[in-house]
Structure formats: structure tokens, C-alpha cells
């Protein structure tokens, strides 16, 4: 990305009520937080390459830094049988940092429930990020065995959303 579009993005991500914004291209990978009290485990870096070489003027308390992941994944002492069963177990991830929704809208009823089956490419959820409505797909066919997220959570880049298994 060039200095003028990351520019655009920090003004109109400062203008919003967006906390956080991540995006993940083949050249780049941004990552814009409003959160003051946000601490960088690495160094800075803009479009893959690091800030003093291309720096980014952004408004107070907003900055450009590599994702980090906001919960720490779960260690558990699993038995052979379960490890048999986790192999079968995927996941579909968030594309995006947003407002996940699990309804087209509060008076419809959930586009996937645990049990249900689905298909690759189908939509199981919504996830709002700058106003816009993404419809995430099903990512591979499978049966949904866990809802990992509640409707309204705000989810991170990458940040699992639900559980399928094979069947």
C-alpha cells in the first residue's frame, strides 16, 4: 500500500467508531488500533517495511503495527481418543477485524446453529467492519459443533468463529 491510501484508511478509521482494523494483501499487512493503553510486543511496521524507512502521520493514539493475537489459545492435556476426535476438527476463521453477527438481523433466527450442517462456501455469519456487512463463508463442509463467538462480539483478524467437524 502506499503512504497516501494507509493515510486515507488511519483518517477514515479516526473518523469512525472502529477500535481496531486489520488487512492482509499478498505485499501487505496493516494493522490500525485506536486503543491507548494497546502495547506492541514488536517494532512498528507499515506495508512490510518499517516505520523510519516509510513513516505514517496519524492522528493521536492511532498507529500501524503488526497484529497480535488478542487471546492467548488454550492448552489442555487431551487423551488419544480426543486427539483422534480434534483431528477432524477445523475452524473458520475471521478474514477480518469487525462486529460479528450471527442473524441477517436481530428478528431472524441464526444462519447456523450447532448440529447444523453445511456446506463450503455457504454463509454461517456476518462480520461488520466499517459499515460494511461481510458475509463470511463456511470454509470446507462440515457439521457445526461449536459457536465460538456470542452476536454483537467484536472478533480480531483470524480469531476462530466456529468449530466444524467432519461427518
Known amino acids: 500500500m502506499k503512504h497516501e491510501e494507509i493515510q486515507a484508511l488511519i483518517d477514515q478509521i479516526d473518523q469512525s467508531s472502529i477500535q481496531e482494523f486489520s488487512i492482509k ?6 494493522y490500525i488500533s485506536k486503543i491507548k493503553d494497546h502495547k506492541q510486543a514488536e517494532p512498528s511496521y507499515v506495508a512490510g517495511q518499517e516505520m523510519e524507512s516509510n513513516p505514517v502521520v496519524s492522528a493521536e493514539s492511532v498507529h500501524a503495527s503488526t497484529p497480535t493475537p488478542a ?5 489442555n492435556a487431551v487423551s ?5 476426535t480434534n483431528a477432524n476438527v477445523q475452524t473458520i476463521n475471521s478474514p477480518l477485524v469487525g462486529v460479528v453477527y450471527l442473524a441477517k438481523d436481530p428478528e431472524q433466527p441464526a444462519f447456523k446453529s450447532v448440529g447444523d450442517r453445511v456446506e463450503a ?5 456476518i462480520v461488520e ?7 463470511i463463508p463456511a470454509t470446507s463442509a462440515g457439521v457445526i459443533s461449536k459457536i465460538l463467538v456470542s452476536d454483537g462480539q467484536i472478533v480480531e483478524f483470524d480469531q476462530p468463529l466456529f468449530e466444524l467437524t467432519e461427518s
Do not use: R
Open 25 to 30: 494483501t499478498q505485499t501487505d499487512d496493516v
Open 71 to 75: 487471546v492467548a489459545p488454550e492448552v
Open 80 to 84: 488419544e481418543d480426543e486427539n483422534a
Open 121 to 125: 462456501g455457504e454463509t454461517v455469519c
Open 129 to 135: 467492519a466499517m459499515k460494511v456487512m461481510n458475509e
